[in-house]
């Protein structure tokens, strides 16, 4: 998809339809939450310059990388978009008592995301395709992007490092880190402007 996110409308359906499918019990499978699953998106946050008052997690899942910025950032208000409203409705269980709706899940597609332009401080995404335009377009100047990919190369959808600094460069963001933690790798970048 990095490379040709042209092929995104033929292939949407059939990836909503797959994630849906198997939302259920899909944590337990696939070790989301787990240490290993979250190791390199920590050592990105660790990159993170300041602290983040909006945070935007892309493909969200099940939610536990929002659950993770919820618990990094304790004062950013941390939202998560995700095609799957099966995915949706997983992460929405996991939230439990939020009186200052601080957390807060949407279904909707990262090629056309439903937030506004300049909207986050801080957007990421994990072990998936990124959609350069839309990541950059949600970001505020100054902001921050994180890439990660779990298990690295292994990843399905992992997007090489050289690819992620080539197309955001193309886009204002300068690389802060690209490295690996456990058995994943990041990327870290911040967008040109802010103080």
Known sequence: MARAPWLWPLLRSPTRR?????????????GAGGVEHLTPLAAAALRVGRAPERVLDVGCGTG?????????????????VDLSEEMIAAAVAKVGL???????????DAAALPHPDDSFDLVAQLNMP????????????????IVVSSWGSRT???????????????RGVEPVEIGAAGAG???????????
């Open 130 to 145: 990124p959609f350069f335009e839309e990541l950059v377009r949600v970001l505020r100047p100054g902001g921050y992007v």
């Open 98 to 108: 939020d009186p200052e709706g601080r957390i807060a899940f949407k279904v909707g």
């Open 18 to 30: 797959f994630f849906s499918a198997r939302a259920s019990g899909w944590d337990e499978r696939t």
């Open 185 to 195: 790798t990041f990327y870290v970048g911040r967008l040109e402007g802010g103080d």
């Open 64 to 80: 536990e990388g929002t659950l993770f910025f919820a618990r990094e950032f304790p004062q950013a208000r941390v939202r998560g």
């Open 156 to 170: 399905p959808f992992y997007t090489r490092p050289g690819l992620l600094r080539w197309k955001f460069l193309e």
